[in-house]
């Protein structure tokens, strides 16, 4: 997986942009959760990977940029959470045990 790292607010204004023309997948990894390792290492597990562009973002790090990804895509936050934005819309997020690349992928289709 090709993962880009988000890092400031005004990738996020790049992320909606590029979801008209292809999905963004935003995972926000808390680097200090056990959770939130397991979860991250199944995501990247997985085969059956959509077409979408992947970004990471360690929300410890950049909790400036995970407040912002919160408040833009009007989801309460969680970590770790995965959110697929299409249209400018969040049109799925999930967390925990529950983020799966195959309820993603399904999201997609």
Known sequence: ???HKLENTE???DIINHSFDKPQVI???STSCGISSVALNRFEK???V???DFHFLDLRKYREVSNAVTS???VMHESPQVLVIRDGQCIYHE?????DMFEV???LS
């Open 1 to 3: 997986m090709n993962w």
């Open 11 to 13: 990738q996020i204004k």
């Open 27 to 29: 995972f926000k990894h």
């Open 46 to 48: 997985s085969t059956d």
């Open 50 to 52: 959509p077409e979408a």
């Open 72 to 74: 833009t895509f009007h």
């Open 95 to 99: 967390s925990h045990y529950s983020i």
């Open 105 to 107: 992928s399904r999201a």
